[in-house]
């Protein structure tokens, strides 16, 4: 009894299996090649690159190949007002804050260890302020802007050098997300 179920059952498999010709509305598609050698040197298949980048996306605050990357302006000694040398910067983050509406930028103002506490937050401050009135200026809203001092307290170096303190008298800018 068992082998007839089994017969049965192969019967009916190779029946369901039996193949017969397409019919015109099913005709078979052609096989393709995939092997590295069966490309044609005149294809027209390039290699996916990316070579330019949104200069608007977030992305783009991460991105070394983007000036959002960099967000430090260095000042010089005793001194509040930003050089003409990072005015490219500040308008790419304005023209960046002016296209994100919703996006936010934190200003700390830093200052080298020299100098009292008080005074150190006072230029910190100052800073900070020149700043956000620079982005201000350059397209960037006030409400997206908050300026703050941070003194000497979050050093960038430690050492007891004047290339040292150079890297403490900065502004930083940081993104929504980022503080």
Request: charged share 25%.
């Amino acid at each position: 009894m068992r082998t007839l179920y089994a017969l049965s059952a192969l019967a009916l498999f190779l029946t369901a299996c039996g193949s017969q010709p397409p019919s015109p509305e099913q005709a078979p598609s052609g096989v393709e090649s995939r092997s590295p050698g069966s490309l044609s040197s005149g294809s027209t298949t390039k290699p996916v690159t990316q070579d330019k980048f949104d200069e608007m996306s977030l992305a783009a605050l991460k991105d070394p190949r983007s000036p959002l990357s960099k967000r430090a302006i260095y000042f010089d000694y005793d001194s509040y007002l930003v050089k003409d040398e990072y005015q490219s910067l500040l308008a790419s983050h304005a023209k960046f804050l002016a296209a994100n509406p919703k996006m936010k930028m934190l200003i700390q103002g830093n200052a080298d260890e020299r100098g009292s506490r008080e005074y150190n937050l006072a230029l910190g401050q100052k800073r900070s302020d020149a700043v956000k009135k620079a982005l201000q200026l350059l397209g960037a809203r006030e409400d997206q802007l908050e300026s703050v001092s941070l003194g000497e307290e979050k050093p960038a170096c430690t050492e007891l050098t004047e290339p040292c303190w150079a890297q403490n008298r900065r502004g930083d800018m940081l993104y929504s997300g980022e503080f």
